[in-house]
């Protein structure tokens, strides 16, 4: 009479986990860049909610701000916006993600001091 027993061998419980980890490992750098792309869109889209927000501000106030807390805005959560200049002929702003670092983007419109990495008005540039 002979035995046969049912279940996995050692050897085929170690392909499956070599599988596994193969699979992992092209996953994860995808998965980062992936993330990656994303903050920084979310930057962009922070930046662009920005302008519209300091164009209605203009148009109520006469002058640009340089106090993000005054206009009718609100960031993302944990990106830092900051404007540096603001007169009633131009503002300049930058963005970052704390989690992005070092990647940094900048626009500027009318009359105010180009911010690097922005080099045309009203074109948002990140680097």
């Known amino acids: 009479m002979t035995r046969h027993k049912s279940?996995?061998?050692?050897?085929?419980?170690?392909?499956?986990?070599?599988?596994?980890?193969?699979?992992?490992?092209?996953?994860?750098?995808?998965f980062a860049t992936l993330k990656g792309r994303t903050r920084a869109a979310t930057i962009r889209a922070?930046?662009?909610n920005l302008v519209t927000a300091q164009e209605e501000y203009l148009f109520t106030n006469?002058?640009?701000?340089?106090?993000?807390?005054l206009l009718p805005f609100t960031t993302t959560e944990v990106v830092i916006v900051n404007v540096v200049e603001a007169t009633g002929g131009g503002w300049s702003a930058?963005?970052?993600?704390?989690?992005?670092?070092?990647?940094?983007?900048?626009?500027?419109?009318?009359?105010?001091?180009?911010?690097?990495?922005?080099?045309?008005?009203?074109?948002?540039n990140c680097q």
């Open 7 to 30: 279940g996995f061998t050692l050897i085929e419980l170690l392909i499956v986990v070599v599988v596994i980890g193969i699979l992992a490992a092209v996953a994860v750098p995808k």
């Open 46 to 48: 922070d930046l662009r």
């Open 62 to 69: 006469g002058v640009y701000t340089t106090n993000v807390a």
């Open 94 to 124: 930058t963005s970052t993600h704390p989690l992005s670092l070092p990647l940094i983007c900048a626009i500027y419109y009318g009359t105010a001091a180009p911010l690097a990495p922005a080099v045309t008005e009203g074109v948002i």
